[in-house]
């Protein structure tokens, strides 16, 4: 096995700053590690992107362990490391599949807040979505793009009170495409707001925290769980892993994240899907114990 990470775009021979400590602990685990130059990936030049990577003598199968990349850009990855016998976890329909929400709503749908979607052709109208949204009634919801939220926005760009008001929707969604930019992700998600568990509020942002989980999963077993939230006191809670049970084999990934919580009600739900190359884990997380259950 082998882990790409991304160079620190200064240089081809230092690992990005970001991903030091789990470039560190692969390494303490014996895992081969090549770099990449995320910034020749991001501009298609997949030849130089790769230029410190050796082919394998015989085939490999890797982890990019690394920033988000676009179903396109992850492609290109994909097909440029099979000319170097190198062969990523996730295929690139595999790794859309977590990485783009609707992609997977159906499959944890029963698990999941109510949401609805629908991709940005051009500008946003909200005349597009006024019959999904009255699905919601005047229940609080929350915007995101088919990636991200701008949660630490909190008041500004993601949380609408009421689903019905119209006019707040098309203001608070107006703003959290302005603060998306470039980066915003083919088109919009609406969710269901639901009660979960307190935990404390963002020391900088203010948005309330709730006592949510990343889990990892290899091969469809669960390797590791982390507290999501670096602040607040999770109270030695443990996160209840048994209803995941009947959802992971029907999630078509060989590696990724799902981000659990508990509502207020006692049930768990899923929060969403994450491709596990993509997935950050949390400053809390034993990145050495990580990189060890990569191996089995």
Partial sequence: ????FCDS?????????MYQEEYDAAKAASISCSLISFEALKKGQSNLALKSVRPAPEKEQAIYRGWMLSKAQYELLYEA????????????TEYAFCHYFPNSYETIQEF????????????????????GLKSFGNQAIIVKDYVKSQKHYWKE?????????????????????????VDFNIGLVYRAFVALEHLAEHSVSGMPLTKEFRILVKE???????????????????????FLDSVIPSIKSNF???????QKNGQWIIVELGDGQVSGLPDNADKAAFYERLLV
């Fill in 112 to 131: 999941t807040p109510k949401s609805i979607f629908k991709p940005l052709e051009e500008n946003f109208d909200i005349e597009d979505f006024r019959e």
């Fill in 157 to 181: 760009a993601c949380f609408i009170p009421d689903a019905s008001d119209l006019e707040n929707v098309e203001k608070i969604t107006r703003r959290f495409i302005e603060l998306q930019d």
């Fill in 220 to 242: 469809g077993k669960v390797i590791q769980a982390f507290n999501y939230w670096d602040e607040g006191d999770y109270e030695a809670i443990s996160p209840n892993l048994k």
């Fill in 256 to 262: 990724f994240s799902v981000d659990i919580a508990q």
């Fill in 1 to 4: 096995m082998r882990i790409l």
């Fill in 9 to 17: 775009g200064f240089s081809s021979k230092e690992v990005d700053y």
């Fill in 81 to 92: 490391l099979l000319t170097k016998n190198i062969q990523l976890i996730n295929t690139p």
